[in-house]
Protein backbone atom coordinates (compact mmCIF):
# COMPACT_ATOMS: atom_id res chain seq x y z
CA UNK A 1 0.00 0.00 0.00
CA UNK A 2 3.02 2.24 0.41
CA UNK A 3 3.66 1.41 -2.91
CA UNK A 4 0.28 3.75 -4.01
CA UNK A 5 0.83 6.32 -1.75
CA UNK A 6 4.29 6.85 -2.55
CA UNK A 7 3.59 6.22 -6.44
CA UNK A 8 -0.05 8.83 -6.47
CA UNK A 9 2.40 11.02 -4.20
CA UNK A 10 4.98 11.38 -7.39
CA UNK A 11 2.38 11.60 -9.97
CA UNK A 12 3.97 14.71 -11.26
CA UNK A 13 7.47 14.02 -11.04
CA UNK A 14 7.06 10.92 -12.90
CA UNK A 15 5.36 12.60 -15.17
CA UNK A 16 8.43 15.18 -15.58
CA UNK A 17 10.73 11.90 -15.84
CA UNK A 18 8.77 10.77 -18.55
CA UNK A 19 8.31 14.02 -21.01
CA UNK A 20 11.50 12.84 -22.91
CA UNK A 21 10.64 8.80 -23.14
CA UNK A 22 7.40 9.06 -25.09
CA UNK A 23 7.60 5.20 -26.39
CA UNK A 24 7.80 4.56 -22.33
CA UNK A 25 3.65 5.40 -22.31
CA UNK A 26 2.63 3.87 -25.68
CA UNK A 27 4.67 0.62 -24.04
CA UNK A 28 3.00 0.94 -21.10
CA UNK A 29 -0.46 1.51 -22.90
CA UNK A 30 0.20 -1.40 -24.73
CA UNK A 31 0.65 -3.84 -21.92
CA UNK A 32 -1.62 -2.48 -20.29
CA UNK A 33 -4.44 -2.54 -23.01
CA UNK A 34 -3.08 -6.54 -23.35
CA UNK A 35 -3.75 -7.16 -19.76
CA UNK A 36 -6.89 -6.03 -20.05
CA UNK A 37 -8.04 -7.70 -23.36
CA UNK A 38 -6.21 -11.49 -21.37
CA UNK A 39 -8.44 -11.03 -18.47
CA UNK A 40 -11.78 -9.77 -19.82
CA UNK A 41 -11.37 -12.66 -22.82
CA UNK A 42 -10.61 -15.64 -19.60
CA UNK A 43 -13.75 -14.08 -17.48
CA UNK A 44 -16.51 -13.74 -20.33
CA UNK A 45 -15.36 -15.69 -22.87
CA UNK A 46 -12.64 -18.88 -22.50
CA UNK A 47 -11.59 -19.69 -18.68
CA UNK A 48 -7.61 -20.62 -18.64
CA UNK A 49 -6.27 -23.34 -16.56
CA UNK A 50 -4.41 -22.30 -13.36
CA UNK A 51 -0.91 -22.76 -14.48
CA UNK A 52 -2.14 -21.28 -17.82
CA UNK A 53 -3.87 -17.68 -16.21
CA UNK A 54 -1.34 -17.05 -13.27
CA UNK A 55 1.72 -17.49 -14.71
CA UNK A 56 0.98 -14.62 -17.64
CA UNK A 57 -0.84 -12.95 -15.27
CA UNK A 58 2.39 -12.33 -13.33
CA UNK A 59 4.07 -11.71 -16.52
CA UNK A 60 2.17 -9.04 -17.78
CA UNK A 61 1.79 -7.20 -14.21
CA UNK A 62 5.59 -8.12 -13.71
CA UNK A 63 6.19 -6.15 -17.05
CA UNK A 64 4.34 -3.16 -16.04
CA UNK A 65 6.24 -2.62 -12.81
CA UNK A 66 9.31 -3.09 -14.41
CA UNK A 67 8.46 -0.53 -16.61
CA UNK A 68 8.06 1.56 -13.94
CA UNK A 69 4.14 1.58 -12.98
CA UNK A 70 2.57 0.98 -9.41
CA UNK A 71 6.18 0.52 -7.90
CA UNK A 72 8.16 3.22 -5.17
CA UNK A 73 11.29 3.15 -7.03
CA UNK A 74 11.74 3.54 -11.19
CA UNK A 75 15.11 3.84 -12.98
CA UNK A 76 16.77 7.23 -13.13
CA UNK A 77 19.68 6.25 -15.68
CA UNK A 78 19.46 4.52 -19.29
CA UNK A 79 21.00 1.21 -17.74
CA UNK A 80 18.95 1.09 -14.99
CA UNK A 81 16.01 0.78 -17.88
CA UNK A 82 18.03 -1.51 -19.80
CA UNK A 83 18.06 -4.13 -16.87
CA UNK A 84 14.55 -3.34 -16.15
CA UNK A 85 13.77 -4.24 -19.63
CA UNK A 86 15.91 -7.47 -19.34
CA UNK A 87 14.10 -8.53 -16.08
CA UNK A 88 10.61 -8.08 -17.87
CA UNK A 89 12.44 -9.97 -21.07
CA UNK A 90 13.56 -13.37 -18.42
CA UNK A 91 9.97 -13.19 -16.75
CA UNK A 92 8.27 -13.32 -19.53
CA UNK A 93 10.27 -15.88 -20.85
CA UNK A 94 9.67 -18.17 -17.83
CA UNK A 95 6.19 -17.43 -17.50
CA UNK A 96 5.67 -18.48 -21.31
CA UNK A 97 8.28 -21.64 -20.65
CA UNK A 98 5.81 -22.94 -17.83
CA UNK A 99 2.55 -21.86 -20.31
CA UNK A 100 4.24 -24.49 -23.07
CA UNK A 101 5.22 -27.00 -20.83
CA UNK A 102 2.14 -27.72 -19.31
CA UNK A 103 1.43 -30.85 -19.88
CA UNK A 104 4.76 -32.07 -20.23
CA UNK A 105 5.45 -30.91 -16.57
CA UNK A 106 2.57 -33.12 -15.48
CA UNK A 107 3.82 -35.85 -17.36
CA UNK A 108 7.74 -35.68 -15.42
CA UNK A 109 5.91 -35.03 -12.45
CA UNK A 110 8.51 -35.13 -9.44
CA UNK A 111 11.23 -35.60 -11.48
CA UNK A 112 11.81 -31.77 -13.20
CA UNK A 113 15.13 -30.96 -15.73
CA UNK A 114 18.01 -28.49 -15.29
CA UNK A 115 15.62 -26.36 -17.34
CA UNK A 116 12.87 -26.44 -15.09
CA UNK A 117 14.84 -25.53 -11.88
CA UNK A 118 16.76 -22.65 -13.79
CA UNK A 119 13.48 -20.89 -14.73
CA UNK A 120 11.82 -21.82 -11.31
CA UNK A 121 14.90 -20.12 -9.72
CA UNK A 122 14.88 -17.29 -11.74
CA UNK A 123 10.94 -16.64 -11.00
CA UNK A 124 11.60 -17.08 -7.20
CA UNK A 125 13.78 -14.42 -7.62
CA UNK A 126 11.66 -12.05 -9.62
CA UNK A 127 9.00 -12.54 -7.31
CA UNK A 128 11.36 -11.28 -4.49
CA UNK A 129 12.31 -8.22 -6.57
CA UNK A 130 9.02 -7.16 -7.22
CA UNK A 131 7.52 -7.56 -3.89
CA UNK A 132 10.33 -5.34 -2.87
CA UNK A 133 9.24 -2.93 -6.14
CA UNK A 134 6.00 -2.65 -5.13
CA UNK A 135 5.51 -2.80 -1.21
CA UNK A 136 9.18 -2.28 0.30
CA UNK A 137 11.14 -4.67 2.38
CA UNK A 138 8.53 -6.28 4.49
CA UNK A 139 6.73 -8.79 2.62
CA UNK A 140 10.56 -9.43 1.36
CA UNK A 141 11.77 -10.20 4.54
CA UNK A 142 8.59 -12.58 5.69
CA UNK A 143 9.26 -14.77 1.92
CA UNK A 144 12.92 -14.75 2.41
CA UNK A 145 12.61 -16.30 5.82
CA UNK A 146 10.24 -18.66 4.49
CA UNK A 147 13.02 -20.10 2.26
CA UNK A 148 15.75 -20.07 4.69
CA UNK A 149 13.36 -21.89 6.87
CA UNK A 150 12.97 -24.89 4.53
CA UNK A 151 16.18 -25.20 3.82
CA UNK A 152 17.85 -25.13 7.67
CA UNK A 153 14.91 -27.71 8.96
CA UNK A 154 17.43 -29.62 10.37
CA UNK A 155 19.53 -27.16 12.09
CA UNK A 156 16.74 -25.03 13.79
CA UNK A 157 15.86 -25.30 17.36
CA UNK A 158 12.90 -26.72 19.15
CA UNK A 159 9.75 -27.33 17.64
CA UNK A 160 11.07 -25.17 14.63
CA UNK A 161 13.20 -27.90 13.97
CA UNK A 162 11.65 -30.36 10.50
CA UNK A 163 13.10 -32.77 8.33
CA UNK A 164 14.64 -29.97 5.83
CA UNK A 165 14.12 -29.43 2.30
CA UNK A 166 16.88 -29.14 -0.94
CA UNK A 167 16.32 -26.35 -3.35
CA UNK A 168 14.99 -28.76 -6.08
CA UNK A 169 12.46 -29.72 -3.94
CA UNK A 170 11.41 -26.55 -2.67
CA UNK A 171 11.85 -24.76 -6.69
CA UNK A 172 9.51 -28.08 -7.52
CA UNK A 173 6.70 -26.79 -4.74
CA UNK A 174 6.70 -23.40 -5.11
CA UNK A 175 7.36 -22.99 -9.31
CA UNK A 176 5.97 -26.80 -10.96
CA UNK A 177 3.01 -26.95 -9.08
CA UNK A 178 -0.32 -24.82 -7.66
CA UNK A 179 0.95 -25.07 -3.93
CA UNK A 180 3.39 -21.58 -4.06
CA UNK A 181 3.59 -19.14 -6.31
CA UNK A 182 0.83 -19.65 -8.77
CA UNK A 183 -1.47 -20.79 -5.27
CA UNK A 184 -4.46 -19.35 -4.49
CA UNK A 185 -3.61 -16.15 -3.26
CA UNK A 186 -1.92 -15.00 -7.30
CA UNK A 187 -5.26 -16.72 -8.67
CA UNK A 188 -7.46 -14.06 -6.95
CA UNK A 189 -5.16 -11.35 -8.21
CA UNK A 190 -5.39 -13.15 -11.75
CA UNK A 191 -8.83 -14.23 -11.72
CA UNK A 192 -10.73 -11.17 -9.49
CA UNK A 193 -8.79 -8.42 -8.14
CA UNK A 194 -7.66 -7.39 -11.82
CA UNK A 195 -10.99 -7.02 -13.27
CA UNK A 196 -12.37 -5.33 -10.16
CA UNK A 197 -9.82 -2.64 -10.36
CA UNK A 198 -10.27 -2.33 -13.71
CA UNK A 199 -13.83 -1.92 -13.09
CA UNK A 200 -13.39 0.59 -10.99
CA UNK A 201 -10.97 2.52 -13.06
CA UNK A 202 -13.60 2.77 -15.89
CA UNK A 203 -16.15 3.92 -13.59
CA UNK A 204 -13.67 6.65 -12.16
CA UNK A 205 -13.03 8.14 -15.78
CA UNK A 206 -16.77 8.16 -16.39
CA UNK A 207 -17.63 9.74 -13.22
CA UNK A 208 -18.18 7.21 -10.91
CA UNK A 209 -16.12 8.37 -8.47
CA UNK A 210 -17.48 12.16 -8.16
CA UNK A 211 -21.26 10.30 -8.48
CA UNK A 212 -20.51 8.63 -5.09
CA UNK A 213 -19.13 11.88 -3.45
CA UNK A 214 -22.51 13.40 -4.69
CA UNK A 215 -24.78 10.64 -3.43
CA UNK A 216 -22.93 10.48 0.06
CA UNK A 217 -23.69 14.52 0.07
CA UNK A 218 -26.99 14.09 -0.14
CA UNK A 219 -27.35 11.74 2.15
CA UNK A 220 -25.19 13.78 4.76
CA UNK A 221 -24.41 16.68 3.31
CA UNK A 222 -26.99 19.05 5.18
CA UNK A 223 -26.64 17.05 8.91
CA UNK A 224 -23.88 18.48 11.55
CA UNK A 225 -20.53 17.71 10.18
CA UNK A 226 -21.88 16.90 6.91
CA UNK A 227 -18.74 17.16 4.84
CA UNK A 228 -16.50 15.42 7.18
CA UNK A 229 -19.81 12.51 7.07
CA UNK A 230 -19.73 12.67 3.19
CA UNK A 231 -16.56 11.94 2.96
CA UNK A 232 -16.87 8.50 5.67
CA UNK A 233 -19.36 7.34 3.32
CA UNK A 234 -18.10 7.48 -0.44
CA UNK A 235 -15.04 6.23 1.18
CA UNK A 236 -17.03 3.13 2.26
CA UNK A 237 -18.41 3.33 -1.07
CA UNK A 238 -14.98 3.88 -2.91
CA UNK A 239 -12.62 1.38 -0.49
CA UNK A 240 -14.90 -1.23 -0.95
CA UNK A 241 -14.07 -1.29 -4.95
CA UNK A 242 -10.48 -0.13 -4.96
CA UNK A 243 -9.07 -2.61 -2.36
CA UNK A 244 -6.42 -0.10 -1.08
CA UNK A 245 -6.53 1.95 1.92
CA UNK A 246 -4.04 4.01 0.17
CA UNK A 247 -5.35 4.25 -2.97
CA UNK A 248 -8.86 5.38 -1.43
CA UNK A 249 -7.60 8.49 0.65
CA UNK A 250 -5.43 9.48 -2.68
CA UNK A 251 -8.17 9.77 -4.66
CA UNK A 252 -11.02 10.33 -2.79
CA UNK A 253 -9.15 12.47 0.16
CA UNK A 254 -8.18 14.79 -2.79
CA UNK A 255 -11.73 16.20 -2.85
CA UNK A 256 -13.07 15.13 0.85
CA UNK A 257 -10.27 16.28 3.15
CA UNK A 258 -9.70 19.99 2.01
CA UNK A 259 -13.72 19.89 1.86
CA UNK A 260 -13.76 19.37 5.61
CA UNK A 261 -11.12 21.86 6.13
CA UNK A 262 -13.15 24.61 4.91
CA UNK A 263 -16.13 23.12 6.97
CA UNK A 264 -14.03 23.97 10.25
CA UNK A 265 -12.83 20.77 11.03
CA UNK A 266 -9.10 21.16 12.17
CA UNK A 267 -6.27 19.52 9.11
CA UNK A 268 -5.49 16.43 11.43
CA UNK A 269 -8.64 15.95 12.41
CA UNK A 270 -9.78 16.04 8.71
CA UNK A 271 -7.34 13.85 7.45
CA UNK A 272 -8.03 11.26 9.87
CA UNK A 273 -11.59 10.69 9.27
CA UNK A 274 -10.49 10.04 5.70
CA UNK A 275 -7.91 7.61 6.88
CA UNK A 276 -9.78 5.91 8.89
CA UNK A 277 -13.55 6.01 6.26
CA UNK A 278 -11.00 4.65 3.67
CA UNK A 279 -9.95 1.68 6.09
CA UNK A 280 -13.07 0.58 6.39
CA UNK A 281 -13.27 0.27 2.83
CA UNK A 282 -12.01 -2.84 2.58
CA UNK A 283 -14.55 -4.14 5.71
CA UNK A 284 -17.22 -3.03 3.53
CA UNK A 285 -19.64 -5.67 1.34
CA UNK A 286 -20.37 -6.39 -1.61
CA UNK A 287 -16.55 -6.42 -2.49
CA UNK A 288 -14.64 -5.93 0.25
CA UNK A 289 -11.51 -4.93 -1.77
CA UNK A 290 -11.46 -8.00 -3.03
CA UNK A 291 -11.23 -9.79 0.21
CA UNK A 292 -14.33 -11.21 0.28
CA UNK A 293 -13.61 -13.61 -2.31
CA UNK A 294 -10.43 -14.30 -1.23
CA UNK A 295 -11.60 -15.05 2.41
CA UNK A 296 -14.63 -17.19 0.01
CA UNK A 297 -11.64 -18.80 -2.04
CA UNK A 298 -9.00 -20.10 1.13
CA UNK A 299 -12.07 -21.27 3.19
CA UNK A 300 -14.47 -22.87 0.64
CA UNK A 301 -17.47 -20.91 2.09
CA UNK A 302 -19.57 -19.25 -0.47
CA UNK A 303 -19.03 -16.08 -1.32
CA UNK A 304 -22.53 -14.62 -0.50
CA UNK A 305 -22.02 -16.15 2.98
CA UNK A 306 -19.02 -14.42 3.18
CA UNK A 307 -20.38 -11.07 2.53
CA UNK A 308 -23.79 -11.18 4.24
CA UNK A 309 -21.55 -12.26 7.53
CA UNK A 310 -19.57 -9.14 7.30
CA UNK A 311 -22.55 -6.93 7.03
CA UNK A 312 -23.40 -5.98 10.56
CA UNK A 313 -20.02 -5.89 11.66
CA UNK A 314 -19.01 -2.98 8.85
CA UNK A 315 -22.01 -1.27 9.71
CA UNK A 316 -20.47 -1.17 13.49
CA UNK A 317 -17.80 0.03 12.19
CA UNK A 318 -19.03 2.82 10.26
CA UNK A 319 -21.80 3.76 12.48
CA UNK A 320 -19.16 4.20 15.45
CA UNK A 321 -16.80 6.52 12.59
CA UNK A 322 -19.99 8.47 12.11
CA UNK A 323 -21.05 9.82 15.27
CA UNK A 324 -17.97 10.61 16.66
CA UNK A 325 -17.51 12.77 13.67
CA UNK A 326 -21.09 13.97 14.85
CA UNK A 327 -19.95 14.41 18.23
CA UNK A 328 -16.93 16.17 17.17
CA UNK A 329 -18.75 18.75 15.02
CA UNK A 330 -21.52 19.25 17.93
CA UNK A 331 -18.53 20.03 20.44
CA UNK A 332 -17.02 22.51 17.90
CA UNK A 333 -19.71 24.18 17.14
CA UNK A 334 -20.25 23.28 13.40
CA UNK A 335 -23.39 23.12 11.61
CA UNK A 336 -25.12 21.31 8.38
CA UNK A 337 -23.80 22.55 5.39
CA UNK A 338 -27.30 24.10 3.75
CA UNK A 339 -26.28 23.94 0.04
CA UNK A 340 -25.08 20.31 0.24
CA UNK A 341 -27.56 19.29 -2.20
CA UNK A 342 -25.27 16.55 -3.84
CA UNK A 343 -25.44 18.50 -7.62
CA UNK A 344 -24.40 16.50 -10.52
CA UNK A 345 -26.22 13.20 -9.29
CA UNK A 346 -29.37 12.85 -11.88
CA UNK A 347 -27.08 13.55 -14.81
CA UNK A 348 -24.49 10.32 -13.63
CA UNK A 349 -27.17 8.26 -12.07
CA UNK A 350 -26.93 5.51 -15.03
CA UNK A 351 -23.21 5.03 -13.96
CA UNK A 352 -24.81 2.78 -11.28
CA UNK A 353 -26.40 0.20 -13.18
CA UNK A 354 -22.79 -1.36 -13.14
CA UNK A 355 -22.35 -1.22 -9.42
CA UNK A 356 -26.23 -3.40 -9.16
CA UNK A 357 -25.49 -5.34 -12.20
CA UNK A 358 -22.12 -6.87 -9.63
CA UNK A 359 -24.28 -6.95 -6.58
CA UNK A 360 -27.45 -8.79 -8.51
CA UNK A 361 -24.92 -11.30 -10.15
CA UNK A 362 -22.79 -12.03 -6.71
CA UNK A 363 -26.01 -12.27 -5.07
CA UNK A 364 -27.69 -14.93 -7.43
CA UNK A 365 -24.69 -16.95 -7.19
CA UNK A 366 -22.48 -16.40 -10.23
CA UNK A 367 -18.84 -16.21 -10.23
CA UNK A 368 -16.92 -12.92 -8.95
CA UNK A 369 -14.71 -13.24 -12.31
CA UNK A 370 -18.04 -13.22 -14.37
CA UNK A 371 -19.52 -10.55 -12.26
CA UNK A 372 -16.74 -8.36 -13.00
CA UNK A 373 -16.42 -9.42 -16.29
CA UNK A 374 -20.00 -7.83 -16.69
CA UNK A 375 -19.25 -4.77 -14.34
CA UNK A 376 -16.58 -3.67 -16.58
CA UNK A 377 -18.84 -4.10 -20.03
CA UNK A 378 -21.81 -2.64 -18.73
CA UNK A 379 -19.74 0.30 -16.84
CA UNK A 380 -18.32 0.84 -20.61
CA UNK A 381 -21.51 0.86 -22.30
CA UNK A 382 -23.67 2.70 -19.60
CA UNK A 383 -20.40 5.44 -20.07
CA UNK A 384 -20.99 5.72 -23.74
CA UNK A 385 -25.02 6.05 -23.16
CA UNK A 386 -25.04 9.51 -21.96
CA UNK A 387 -23.30 12.28 -23.55
CA UNK A 388 -22.14 13.80 -20.33
CA UNK A 389 -20.51 10.83 -18.98
CA UNK A 390 -18.74 9.66 -22.66
CA UNK A 391 -15.27 9.52 -21.93
CA UNK A 392 -12.79 10.28 -24.63
CA UNK A 393 -10.20 7.73 -25.99
CA UNK A 394 -7.71 9.35 -23.63
CA UNK A 395 -9.50 8.30 -21.00
CA UNK A 396 -9.99 5.03 -21.86
CA UNK A 397 -5.88 5.06 -21.68
CA UNK A 398 -6.22 6.23 -18.46
CA UNK A 399 -8.66 3.54 -16.97
CA UNK A 400 -6.25 1.20 -18.81
CA UNK A 401 -3.16 2.31 -16.97
CA UNK A 402 -5.26 3.40 -13.76
CA UNK A 403 -6.31 -0.59 -13.67
CA UNK A 404 -3.25 -1.85 -14.26
CA UNK A 405 -1.19 -0.10 -12.10
CA UNK A 406 -3.67 -1.02 -9.31
CA UNK A 407 -3.37 -4.11 -9.81
CA UNK A 408 0.53 -4.37 -9.76
CA UNK A 409 1.41 -4.60 -6.07
CA UNK A 410 -1.67 -7.09 -5.31
CA UNK A 411 -0.20 -9.34 -7.95
CA UNK A 412 3.26 -8.86 -6.56
CA UNK A 413 2.14 -8.79 -3.21
CA UNK A 414 0.32 -12.21 -3.53
CA UNK A 415 2.96 -13.96 -5.63
CA UNK A 416 5.25 -13.44 -2.40
CA UNK A 417 2.50 -14.64 -0.21
CA UNK A 418 2.61 -17.20 -2.36
CA UNK A 419 6.21 -18.54 -1.16
CA UNK A 420 5.36 -18.24 2.37
CA UNK A 421 2.29 -20.23 1.78
CA UNK A 422 4.27 -22.66 -0.50
CA UNK A 423 6.86 -23.42 2.41
CA UNK A 424 4.05 -22.85 5.47
CA UNK A 425 1.99 -26.29 2.93
CA UNK A 426 5.50 -28.17 2.95
CA UNK A 427 7.35 -27.51 6.15
CA UNK A 428 4.14 -28.02 8.63
CA UNK A 429 5.02 -24.33 10.09
CA UNK A 430 1.34 -23.85 10.17
CA UNK A 431 0.25 -26.40 12.33
CA UNK A 432 3.26 -25.57 14.47
CA UNK A 433 2.29 -22.12 15.28
CA UNK A 434 -1.11 -22.97 15.66
CA UNK A 435 0.48 -25.58 18.59
CA UNK A 436 2.72 -22.59 19.75
CA UNK A 437 -0.37 -20.01 19.76
CA UNK A 438 -2.97 -22.77 21.84
CA UNK A 439 0.50 -23.44 24.25
CA UNK A 440 0.93 -19.94 25.03
CA UNK A 441 -2.46 -19.50 25.22
CA UNK A 442 -2.89 -22.22 27.58
CA UNK A 443 -6.26 -23.07 25.46
CA UNK A 444 -7.43 -19.53 26.64
CA UNK A 445 -9.46 -18.40 23.68
CA UNK A 446 -9.28 -14.77 24.39
CA UNK A 447 -5.33 -14.66 25.12
CA UNK A 448 -5.06 -16.71 21.42
CA UNK A 449 -7.19 -13.82 19.93
CA UNK A 450 -5.35 -11.14 21.27
CA UNK A 451 -2.02 -12.87 20.01
CA UNK A 452 -3.73 -13.48 16.66
CA UNK A 453 -4.90 -9.76 16.12
CA UNK A 454 -0.94 -8.30 17.21
CA UNK A 455 0.59 -10.73 15.11
CA UNK A 456 -2.35 -9.90 12.20
CA UNK A 457 -1.83 -6.09 12.93
CA UNK A 458 2.48 -6.10 13.04
CA UNK A 459 2.25 -8.41 9.60
CA UNK A 460 -0.43 -5.78 7.92
CA UNK A 461 1.98 -2.72 8.82
CA UNK A 462 4.58 -3.82 6.44
CA UNK A 463 2.26 -5.72 4.04
CA UNK A 464 -0.75 -5.04 1.73
CA UNK A 465 -4.00 -6.95 3.27
CA UNK A 466 -4.07 -9.31 1.00
CA UNK A 467 -0.79 -10.71 1.54
CA UNK A 468 -0.57 -10.28 5.75
CA UNK A 469 -4.54 -12.04 5.34
CA UNK A 470 -3.20 -14.81 3.28
CA UNK A 471 -0.08 -15.05 5.43
CA UNK A 472 -1.72 -15.18 8.79
CA UNK A 473 -4.41 -17.66 7.52
CA UNK A 474 -1.79 -19.95 6.81
CA UNK A 475 -0.63 -19.55 10.11
CA UNK A 476 -2.89 -18.59 12.45
CA UNK A 477 -6.13 -19.15 11.99
CA UNK A 478 -5.76 -23.23 12.32
CA UNK A 479 -5.41 -22.10 16.11
CA UNK A 480 -8.67 -20.47 16.55
CA UNK A 481 -10.53 -22.82 14.76
CA UNK A 482 -8.87 -25.64 17.17
CA UNK A 483 -9.91 -23.50 20.13
CA UNK A 484 -13.46 -23.56 18.89
CA UNK A 485 -14.37 -20.47 16.75
CA UNK A 486 -15.96 -20.89 13.72
CA UNK A 487 -13.95 -21.26 10.29
CA UNK A 488 -15.52 -18.21 8.90
CA UNK A 489 -15.62 -16.34 12.35
CA UNK A 490 -11.79 -17.05 12.23
CA UNK A 491 -10.77 -15.60 8.96
CA UNK A 492 -13.04 -12.75 9.31
CA UNK A 493 -11.45 -11.82 12.51
CA UNK A 494 -7.58 -12.12 10.97
CA UNK A 495 -8.84 -10.04 8.63
CA UNK A 496 -9.95 -7.11 9.75
CA UNK A 497 -7.19 -6.95 12.09
CA UNK A 498 -4.99 -6.65 8.59
CA UNK A 499 -7.26 -3.88 7.77
CA UNK A 500 -7.30 -1.86 10.51
CA UNK A 501 -3.26 -1.98 10.35
CA UNK A 502 -3.60 0.86 8.03
CA UNK A 503 -4.66 3.25 10.65
CA UNK A 504 -2.00 1.47 13.19
CA UNK A 505 0.67 3.95 14.78
CA UNK A 506 3.50 3.77 13.93
CA UNK A 507 3.55 2.16 10.60
CA UNK A 508 0.13 3.64 9.57
CA UNK A 509 0.56 4.16 5.54
CA UNK A 510 -3.26 5.12 5.09
CA UNK A 511 -2.92 7.88 7.97
CA UNK A 512 0.24 9.07 6.27
CA UNK A 513 -0.58 9.65 3.04
CA UNK A 514 -3.70 11.88 4.47
CA UNK A 515 -1.67 13.99 6.68
CA UNK A 516 0.43 14.55 2.74
CA UNK A 517 -2.89 15.60 1.70
CA UNK A 518 -4.39 17.83 4.93
CA UNK A 519 -0.70 18.85 5.28
CA UNK A 520 -0.72 18.21 9.60
CA UNK A 521 1.79 16.02 11.15
CA UNK A 522 1.45 12.51 10.45
CA UNK A 523 1.71 10.85 13.92
CA UNK A 524 -1.08 12.87 15.47
CA UNK A 525 -3.06 11.89 12.29
CA UNK A 526 -2.50 8.80 12.34
CA UNK A 527 -3.01 8.03 16.24
CA UNK A 528 -6.06 10.33 15.70
CA UNK A 529 -6.95 7.65 13.14
CA UNK A 530 -6.55 5.08 15.41
CA UNK A 531 -8.87 6.49 17.94
CA UNK A 532 -12.14 7.01 15.41
CA UNK A 533 -10.82 3.69 14.31
CA UNK A 534 -11.80 1.92 17.79
CA UNK A 535 -14.53 0.28 16.54
CA UNK A 536 -12.71 -1.97 14.03
CA UNK A 537 -10.24 -3.03 16.86
CA UNK A 538 -13.44 -4.36 19.31
CA UNK A 539 -15.91 -5.59 16.55
CA UNK A 540 -13.44 -8.77 15.70
CA UNK A 541 -13.70 -9.85 19.43
CA UNK A 542 -17.47 -8.72 19.33
CA UNK A 543 -18.53 -11.28 16.54
CA UNK A 544 -16.02 -13.81 17.89
CA UNK A 545 -18.17 -14.04 21.08
CA UNK A 546 -21.46 -13.00 19.75
CA UNK A 547 -21.39 -15.11 16.16
CA UNK A 548 -25.41 -13.18 15.79
CA UNK A 549 -23.63 -11.13 14.41
CA UNK A 550 -22.19 -12.82 11.37
CA UNK A 551 -25.67 -13.91 11.42
CA UNK A 552 -25.34 -17.27 13.09
CA UNK A 553 -28.40 -17.52 15.09
CA UNK A 554 -32.23 -16.73 15.36
CA UNK A 555 -33.46 -13.29 14.02
CA UNK A 556 -34.21 -12.13 17.53
CA UNK A 557 -30.67 -13.05 19.12
CA UNK A 558 -29.40 -11.38 15.58
CA UNK A 559 -31.74 -8.09 16.39
CA UNK A 560 -31.17 -8.20 20.16
CA UNK A 561 -26.97 -8.39 19.78
CA UNK A 562 -26.95 -6.02 17.05
CA UNK A 563 -28.78 -3.47 19.00
CA UNK A 564 -26.25 -3.71 22.15
CA UNK A 565 -24.10 -3.37 20.11
CA UNK A 566 -25.02 -0.65 17.60
CA UNK A 567 -25.67 1.56 21.64
CA UNK A 568 -22.30 0.34 22.72
CA UNK A 569 -20.11 1.49 19.33
CA UNK A 570 -21.99 5.12 19.89
CA UNK A 571 -20.86 4.86 23.82
CA UNK A 572 -17.46 4.51 22.45
CA UNK A 573 -17.39 7.39 19.67
CA UNK A 574 -18.98 9.49 22.49
CA UNK A 575 -15.44 8.06 25.03
CA UNK A 576 -13.10 8.81 22.17
CA UNK A 577 -14.54 12.30 21.33
CA UNK A 578 -15.58 13.37 25.33
CA UNK A 579 -18.47 14.37 23.86
CA UNK A 580 -22.67 12.91 24.00
CA UNK A 581 -25.00 15.99 23.82
CA UNK A 582 -22.03 18.25 25.83
CA UNK A 583 -18.46 17.70 26.59
CA UNK A 584 -17.98 15.33 29.49
CA UNK A 585 -14.93 14.89 31.59
CA UNK A 586 -12.42 12.68 31.94
CA UNK A 587 -14.14 10.59 34.49
CA UNK A 588 -17.47 10.14 32.57
CA UNK A 589 -15.00 9.41 29.20
CA UNK A 590 -13.98 6.02 31.18
CA UNK A 591 -17.14 5.47 32.35
CA UNK A 592 -18.87 6.00 28.82
CA UNK A 593 -15.76 3.60 27.66
CA UNK A 594 -16.75 1.18 30.40
CA UNK A 595 -20.47 1.10 28.94
CA UNK A 596 -19.50 0.40 25.83
CA UNK A 597 -17.15 -2.65 26.62
CA UNK A 598 -20.16 -4.30 28.57
CA UNK A 599 -22.70 -3.48 26.01
CA UNK A 600 -20.35 -4.96 23.25
CA UNK A 601 -19.90 -8.34 25.61
CA UNK A 602 -22.94 -11.29 25.17
CA UNK A 603 -25.10 -11.38 27.92
CA UNK A 604 -27.87 -9.53 29.57
CA UNK A 605 -26.14 -9.08 32.57
CA UNK A 606 -23.65 -6.90 30.51
CA UNK A 607 -26.42 -5.11 28.48
CA UNK A 608 -27.85 -4.21 31.61
CA UNK A 609 -24.59 -2.83 33.81
CA UNK A 610 -23.35 -1.28 29.96
CA UNK A 611 -26.89 0.38 29.60
CA UNK A 612 -26.83 1.24 33.64
CA UNK A 613 -23.45 3.26 33.06
CA UNK A 614 -24.41 4.81 30.07
CA UNK A 615 -27.26 6.09 31.85
CA UNK A 616 -25.05 7.54 34.33
CA UNK A 617 -22.33 8.82 32.24
CA UNK A 618 -23.98 9.89 28.78
CA UNK A 619 -27.32 11.67 30.94
CA UNK A 620 -26.29 12.70 34.44
CA UNK A 621 -23.01 13.73 33.64
CA UNK A 622 -23.73 15.71 30.23
CA UNK A 623 -26.48 17.30 32.58
CA UNK A 624 -23.97 18.44 34.98
CA UNK A 625 -22.01 19.66 31.99
CA UNK A 626 -24.35 21.29 30.08
CA UNK A 627 -23.61 24.94 30.22
CA UNK A 628 -20.39 24.37 28.74
CA UNK A 629 -19.58 25.94 25.35
CA UNK A 630 -18.44 24.51 22.48
CA UNK A 631 -14.84 23.50 21.94
CA UNK A 632 -12.08 24.77 19.91
CA UNK A 633 -11.28 22.45 16.95
Not at 243 to 250: D, Q, R
Not at 443 to 472: D, E, K, Q
Not at 527 to 547: D, E, Q, S
Request: aromatic share 8%; charged share 10%; net charge positive.
Amino acid sequence: MAATQAKDGKTTAAGRRDEGRPWLGRAVLAVAALAAVFHLYGAGFAPFTALVQRPIHLALMGTLAFLGIGVRVRPRSRIGWWINFAFAAILVLCALYLVSQNEALVARSGSPTGLDLAAGAVVVGAVLLLAKRATGWGLVVVATAALLYALLGPWLPGFLAHRGYGPTRLIEQLFLSTEGIWGVPLGVSADFVYLFVLFGAFLDVAGGGGLLIALADRVAGRTRGGPAKTAAVASAFMGSLSGSAVANVVTTGAFTIPLMRRSGFRPFFAGAIEAAASTGGQLMPPVMGAGAFILATWTNIPYVQVALAAVIPALLYYAALLWAIHFRASKIGLKGSADSGGEGVMGRIHLLLPVLVIVVMLAMGRSPMRAAFWGVVVSVLAAYAVPGTRPAVADIARALRKGASGAVQVAAACAAAGIVVGVASLTGIGLRMSELIVVISQGNLLVALILTAMGSIVLGMGLPTTAAYVVLAALGAPALVELGVPLLGAHLFIFYFGCISNVTPPVSLAAYAAAGIADSPPLKTAWTAMGLAAAGFLVPFMFIYAPPLILSGTPAAIATTTLTAMIGVIALAGSVIGYVRAPVGMLRRVALMAAALALITPGFMWDGIGLALLLVAGFVGVAHDGGQSAQPA
